[in-house]
Nanobody, 124 residues
Framework: QVRLVESGGGLVQVGGSLRLSCAAS????????MGWFRQAPGKEREFVAA????????YYGDSVKGRFTISRDSAENTVYLQMNSLKPEDTAVYYC?????????????????WGRGTQVTVSS
């Protein structure tokens, strides 16, 4: 089992930036891909971004392409989500998750371990 802890959320104005972090422990970090999802009030959880084990491939949801960047640091056992040009519709709880399959990154059910989430609020 992997333990995931998100941090870095907060309140930011429209057009601002935040960097979320997700620290992993419990299993070898290089053994699994990582993803970020988000859930806004009254809405279903939505795929945001994913990164493969090597970090060589990244995937993004359409609503965040060109604004968000996912990365990972194996030395720190941490995955990051750099969020730029934030919009009010980015307001949500952001979750990181571990994918042990190495595929189906867009599918929530293919992730086995989840963090508790960090709140991001974008004010207009």
């Amino acid at each position: 089992q992997v333990r995931l802890v998100e941090s870095g959320g907060g309140l930011v104005q429209v057009g601002g930036s935040l960097r979320l972090s997700c620290a992993a422990s419990g299993r070898t970090f290089s053994a699994f891909a990582m993803g970020w999802f988000r859930q806004a009030p009254g809405k279903e959880r939505e795929f945001v971004a994913a990164i493969t084990v090597s970090g060589g491939n990244t995937y993004y949801g359409d609503s965040v392409k060109g604004r968000f960047t996912i990365s990972r640091d194996s030395a720190e056992n941490t995955v990051y989500l750099q969020m730029n040009s934030l919009k009010p519709e980015d307001t949500a709880v952001y979750y990181c998750a571990a994918n042990f399959l190495g595929y189906s990154f867009y599918t929530e059910s293919k992730y086995e371990s989840w963090g508790r989430g960090t709140q991001v609020t974008v004010s207009s």
